[in-house]
Protein backbone atom coordinates (compact mmCIF):
# COMPACT_ATOMS: atom_id res chain seq x y z
CA UNK A 1 0.00 0.00 0.00
CA UNK A 2 0.69 3.80 0.30
CA UNK A 3 2.60 3.59 3.50
CA UNK A 4 4.71 0.72 2.36
CA UNK A 5 6.15 2.88 -0.90
CA UNK A 6 6.62 5.86 1.18
CA UNK A 7 8.50 4.28 3.98
CA UNK A 8 10.87 2.24 0.88
CA UNK A 9 10.63 6.03 -0.77
CA UNK A 10 11.94 7.36 2.62
CA UNK A 11 14.50 4.26 3.43
CA UNK A 12 16.28 4.85 -0.40
CA UNK A 13 16.35 9.05 0.33
CA UNK A 14 18.21 8.33 3.67
CA UNK A 15 20.40 5.45 1.61
CA UNK A 16 21.50 7.81 -1.02
CA UNK A 17 22.43 10.45 2.05
CA UNK A 18 24.50 7.77 3.78
CA UNK A 19 26.41 6.86 0.53
CA UNK A 20 26.80 10.66 -0.07
CA UNK A 21 28.43 10.58 3.13
CA UNK A 22 30.27 7.75 2.74
CA UNK A 23 31.55 9.15 -0.86
CA UNK A 24 31.95 12.73 0.06
CA UNK A 25 35.99 12.30 -0.07
CA UNK A 26 35.41 12.24 -3.94
CA UNK A 27 34.99 15.16 -5.88
CA UNK A 28 31.91 15.71 -7.81
CA UNK A 29 30.43 18.90 -9.09
CA UNK A 30 27.25 17.17 -10.43
CA UNK A 31 25.24 16.26 -7.58
CA UNK A 32 25.16 18.23 -3.83
CA UNK A 33 24.15 15.92 -1.07
CA UNK A 34 20.42 15.44 -1.29
CA UNK A 35 19.70 15.83 -4.81
CA UNK A 36 16.98 13.93 -6.07
CA UNK A 37 17.80 12.04 -9.72
CA UNK A 38 16.38 14.82 -12.44
CA UNK A 39 15.01 13.31 -16.10
CA UNK A 40 17.29 14.91 -18.45
CA UNK A 41 14.65 15.81 -21.23
CA UNK A 42 15.68 17.94 -24.22
CA UNK A 43 12.46 19.86 -24.19
CA UNK A 44 11.30 23.34 -23.69
CA UNK A 45 7.37 24.45 -22.05
CA UNK A 46 7.17 26.98 -25.62
CA UNK A 47 8.23 23.37 -27.67
CA UNK A 48 5.28 21.89 -25.26
CA UNK A 49 2.71 24.81 -25.84
CA UNK A 50 3.48 25.07 -29.92
CA UNK A 51 2.68 21.11 -30.03
CA UNK A 52 -0.56 21.76 -27.46
CA UNK A 53 -1.92 23.51 -30.53
CA UNK A 54 -2.62 20.33 -32.37
CA UNK A 55 -4.03 18.20 -29.28
CA UNK A 56 -7.40 16.66 -29.38
CA UNK A 57 -7.48 16.68 -33.58
CA UNK A 58 -7.94 13.04 -33.69
CA UNK A 59 -4.55 12.27 -33.76
CA UNK A 60 -3.97 10.04 -30.25
CA UNK A 61 -0.37 9.26 -31.51
CA UNK A 62 0.20 12.85 -31.32
CA UNK A 63 -1.62 13.47 -28.44
CA UNK A 64 0.30 10.92 -26.56
CA UNK A 65 3.73 12.21 -27.57
CA UNK A 66 2.16 15.71 -26.37
CA UNK A 67 1.11 13.83 -22.87
CA UNK A 68 4.50 12.25 -22.08
CA UNK A 69 6.31 15.04 -23.07
CA UNK A 70 4.16 17.59 -21.00
CA UNK A 71 4.72 15.03 -18.02
CA UNK A 72 8.37 14.07 -18.50
CA UNK A 73 8.74 18.14 -18.65
CA UNK A 74 6.85 18.74 -15.12
CA UNK A 75 8.43 15.83 -13.36
CA UNK A 76 11.64 17.29 -14.71
CA UNK A 77 10.95 20.77 -13.54
CA UNK A 78 9.59 19.02 -9.96
CA UNK A 79 12.90 17.69 -9.33
CA UNK A 80 15.73 20.84 -10.52
CA UNK A 81 13.51 23.15 -7.84
CA UNK A 82 13.69 20.14 -5.47
CA UNK A 83 17.68 20.24 -5.87
CA UNK A 84 18.23 23.86 -6.06
CA UNK A 85 17.02 23.71 -2.35
CA UNK A 86 19.62 24.47 0.22
CA UNK A 87 21.31 21.16 1.76
CA UNK A 88 20.11 22.32 5.22
CA UNK A 89 16.25 21.97 3.88
CA UNK A 90 16.66 19.10 1.30
CA UNK A 91 18.52 17.00 5.06
CA UNK A 92 15.73 17.87 7.00
CA UNK A 93 12.67 15.80 7.60
CA UNK A 94 10.70 17.42 5.59
CA UNK A 95 13.04 17.73 2.82
CA UNK A 96 13.43 14.14 2.93
CA UNK A 97 9.79 13.59 2.85
CA UNK A 98 9.67 16.01 -0.21
CA UNK A 99 12.55 13.77 -2.06
CA UNK A 100 10.84 10.36 -1.20
CA UNK A 101 7.21 11.63 -2.33
CA UNK A 102 9.47 12.51 -5.66
CA UNK A 103 11.01 9.52 -6.02
CA UNK A 104 7.44 7.62 -5.40
CA UNK A 105 5.95 9.53 -7.88
CA UNK A 106 8.21 8.76 -10.27
CA UNK A 107 8.06 5.07 -9.97
CA UNK A 108 4.22 5.55 -9.84
CA UNK A 109 4.56 7.39 -13.07
CA UNK A 110 6.83 4.50 -15.12
CA UNK A 111 3.41 1.99 -15.93
CA UNK A 112 2.07 5.22 -17.57
CA UNK A 113 5.06 6.53 -19.45
CA UNK A 114 5.47 3.15 -20.41
CA UNK A 115 1.71 2.59 -22.04
CA UNK A 116 2.24 6.18 -23.45
CA UNK A 117 5.54 5.11 -24.87
CA UNK A 118 4.11 2.24 -26.63
CA UNK A 119 1.14 4.47 -27.71
CA UNK A 120 -1.20 1.39 -25.41
CA UNK A 121 -3.06 3.88 -23.40
CA UNK A 122 -6.95 3.19 -23.73
CA UNK A 123 -8.57 5.46 -25.21
CA UNK A 124 -10.91 6.97 -22.68
CA UNK A 125 -7.51 7.57 -20.62
CA UNK A 126 -5.53 9.21 -23.33
CA UNK A 127 -8.94 11.58 -23.84
CA UNK A 128 -8.98 12.38 -20.42
CA UNK A 129 -5.16 12.89 -19.98
CA UNK A 130 -5.05 15.36 -23.10
CA UNK A 131 -7.93 17.01 -22.29
CA UNK A 132 -6.04 17.89 -19.06
CA UNK A 133 -2.77 18.43 -20.11
CA UNK A 134 -4.91 20.94 -23.00
CA UNK A 135 -5.95 22.59 -19.64
CA UNK A 136 -3.48 22.53 -18.09
CA UNK A 137 -1.76 24.27 -20.95
CA UNK A 138 -3.71 27.13 -21.36
CA UNK A 139 -3.71 27.43 -17.68
CA UNK A 140 -7.24 27.23 -16.82
CA UNK A 141 -6.93 25.65 -13.91
CA UNK A 142 -10.81 25.79 -13.05
CA UNK A 143 -13.29 24.10 -15.27
Do not use: C
Not at 36 to 49: G, K
Request: proline share 3%; aromatic share 8%.
Amino acid sequence: GFRNDFQEAMEQVDQAYLDELLTSSRPSNSNQKGDVNVPDEEITYEDIQKMSTKLNRGDRDFDMSVITQFLQFMVQMWGIQLNSRGTAEKMSTRGKMDSATYAQTREYLKPLFRKLKNKSLPEDITDSLTEIVKHLLERNYIL
